[in-house]
């Protein structure tokens, strides 16, 4: 299918140290990747780590750090902790690894973009972004540099791009507490709020309970990845 890799390995929630391990030994491996496909192999050093990775923001958990994000953007925004990090992760992963990197940036991280080979966004179109949703980019465009929106898209429900959540809001939250519950979250499917439309393709009044809910479920949790020993190589698996 002539495709190419954007490998981003993801290890939430842990210290900069600790990440920047994680992430050096996946790019070793992903330069094995490199040599068997030349040219085929992106590498992405991470993705959102103001809010993902400790260390950035005050907080030991992303909700605190989010919180602290919605008080404080500016200084979200334009962290000398995020700089040093990327600055730190960008080089040792280019002495592993010969093929192009780039990073995964909320619209708003300042991010030096010399050290990279591609502009890296993670730009979601809503509401309340649709009539500015290009111009968002300009600041990317402008740095001359290959820009690559590097997440997208929204819930497939009606309503959900006026929610203010990205679409989170749809979701029954005890329900969805009550499905992830060893044993008893066999019993409880995830449910929806009742949002229904009238289009073509839209939930209707029955379709309040979530029938994918679980299947999705473990398609987010498979999110992060998980690398195995690779034939001829000797490195350690990463381990999350």
């Known amino acids: 299918m002539d495709l190419d890799v954007w490998l981003s390995p993801e290890l939430w929630n842990k210290s900069p140290e600790r990440t920047l ?9 992903a330069e094995d990747l490199l040599r068997r496909w030349p040219g085929k192999v992106v590498f992405c050093i991470g993705s959102e780590l103001t809010l993902f ?35 730190r992760a960008a080089g040792e992963v280019r002495r592993v690894f010969s093929g192009p ?18 502009v890296g966004v993670d730009h979601y179109r809503d509401s309340r972004v649709k009539e500015r949703y290009v111009d968002m980019l300009q ?26 959540t990205l679409g989170f809001g749809i979701v029954h939250i005890p329900s969805k507490v009550l499905h992830e519950l060893p044993i008893i979250g066999r019993f409880v499917q995830t449910r929806l709020k009742g949002h229904s439309g009238k289009g073509r393709g ?26 195995r020993r690779l034939p001829g190589t000797h490195e350690p698996s990463p381990k999350v």
């Open 21 to 29: 391990s994680y992430t050096v030994d996946a790019a070793r491996m």
């Open 53 to 87: 990775m400790r260390g950035i923001l005050p907080g030991r958990s992303l909700v605190m750090r989010v919180r602290r994000m919605r008080k404080r953007p500016s200084r979200a925004a334009g962290s000398p902790a995020l700089t040093d990090y990327l600055t």
């Open 101 to 118: 990197v780039t990073y995964a940036s909320l619209v708003w991280e300042s991010v030096d973009w010399s050290r990279f080979d591609f």
């Open 139 to 164: 600041p990317s465009l402008d740095t001359g540099k290959p820009v690559v929106v590097t997440e997208f898209g929204m819930r497939t429900y009606v309503g959900a791009d006026t929610s203010g």
């Open 202 to 227: 839209a939930p209707g009044p029955r379709d309040r309970r979530d029938p994918a809910g679980s299947r999705r479920r473990r398609r987010y949790r498979g999110i992060r990845t998980h690398f």
